[in-house]
């Protein structure tokens, strides 16, 4: 195996295997969208091997195996630096596709510490375990992921609260949930999830056109709402029927009543009579209520996989963390 510099002059290669990796995906998950997405990963494909980041392997002349970021960013799930790699731009295919990954994020790791990145995110199927396990023996952690229901299968769900309305909020009534919204910031920042918001623009959320709201109501208190967008973060939610999900809360006294469950029916009714065949969410998996939740209704065809380096890796020297030990450690390599 030969590890290289990822190039553009490679992109070509990369597109097969990308389409391969996603036909795979598509006959472990059969909700996936069976539509041609070449041009959208092409396009993917060409931005990211422009920019540098990352390793390609080949073996034999042929390419096995590619791993790339975006361009790395500060504040990245920490004070630091971090890179992510989206769906789509990691691929691996032959008879060792779990080792190929190992040495493409080793190989990439390598470069990218130079240059004081310490958090990675890469975007994989959820359905690819040798892949997955790979990335997770490599020290990753799953925080998150993609999901898709299949409006036309879905199992309906039947309203039993006939005192809760639902119903699209208006433009100008889109405020009538921000103490909804701003619970599910705060639930979101507490255990086990501990994942910060920025609120410095919390209102402008309420103006944004490409968000709508649906909500349930107690007479004229809003109790629940979830929220819907055209696309979100993988290529597959650029498919012209799918809408997606962009956040949900109930409060805290209406749950277990059922209420989620019929925002979800209302939510989907809607786009079912728009015209739409498949509807999208992403989550944190490592909030459980969202997990389980999302879990009875959606299927998840990507997990996002994140490893945080410790900081103190980035001292170029390898003597110079032996400055970082406690005393009784280097007292212990000075006898050695």
Not at 118 to 145: M, P, Q, T, W
Request: aromatic share 12%; glycine share 6%.
């Amino acid at each position: 195996m030969e590890i290289k510099q990822i190039k553009k002059e490679y992109v070509d290669e990369a597109l097969k295997l990308a389409l391969w990796e996603y036909d795979k995906e598509c006959n472990a998950c059969p909700e996936l969208v069976r539509a041609d997405f070449t041009g959208n990963l092409r396009e993917c494909l060409q931005a990211l091997f422009s920019k540098g980041y990352g390793k390609i392997a080949m073996d034999e002349g042929k390419l096995i195996g590619y791993l790339a970021f975006w361009k790395p960013c500060d504040g990245f799930f920490g004070n630091v630096k971090g890179a992510f790699s989206p769906l789509g731009g990691s691929g691996f295919i032959g008879k060792n596709r779990s080792k190929t990954a190992s040495k493409l994020f080793a190989a990439t790791a390598e470069e990218l510490i130079k240059e004081e990145i310490c958090s990675y995110a890469v975007s994989r199927y959820a359905h690819d375990e040798e892949v997955g396990k790979s990335f997770v023996l490599n020290g990753f952690g799953i925080r998150c992921s993609d999901a898709i229901l299949n409006l036309h299968n879905r199992k309906k769900c039947n309203t039993n609260n006939t005192k809760i309305t639902y119903r699209e909020l208006e433009k100008e009534e889109k405020e009538a949930v921000a103490e909804l919204r701003m619970g599910l910031i705060r639930h979101i920042f507490a255990a086990p999830t501990f994942l910060p918001s920025d609120t410095s623009n919390f209102y402008n959320w309420f103006k944004r056109d490409d968000i709508r709201i649906v909500a349930a109501f107690d007479g004229e208190k809003a109790v629940g709402f979830m929220s819907i967008t055209d696309t979100a973060e993988t290529f597959i939610t650029e498919y012209k029927n799918m809408p997606n999900i962009c956040g949900a809360f109930v409060e805290q006294e209406y749950r277990e009543t059922g209420i989620a469950d019929e925002l979800l029916e209302y939510v989907c009714s809607i786009c079912e009579q728009e015209g739409n065949t498949y509807l999208g969410v992403d989550c944190e998996t490592l909030n459980p209520t969202a997990l389980h939740f999302w879990g009875k209704h959606f299927e998840n065809y990507t997990y996002s996989y994140h490893r945080r380096i410790d900081e103190r890796c980035i001292k170029k020297a390898l003597d110079e963390s032996v400055m970082l030990m406690p005393s009784a450690e280097k007292d212990v390599i000075k006898r050695i």
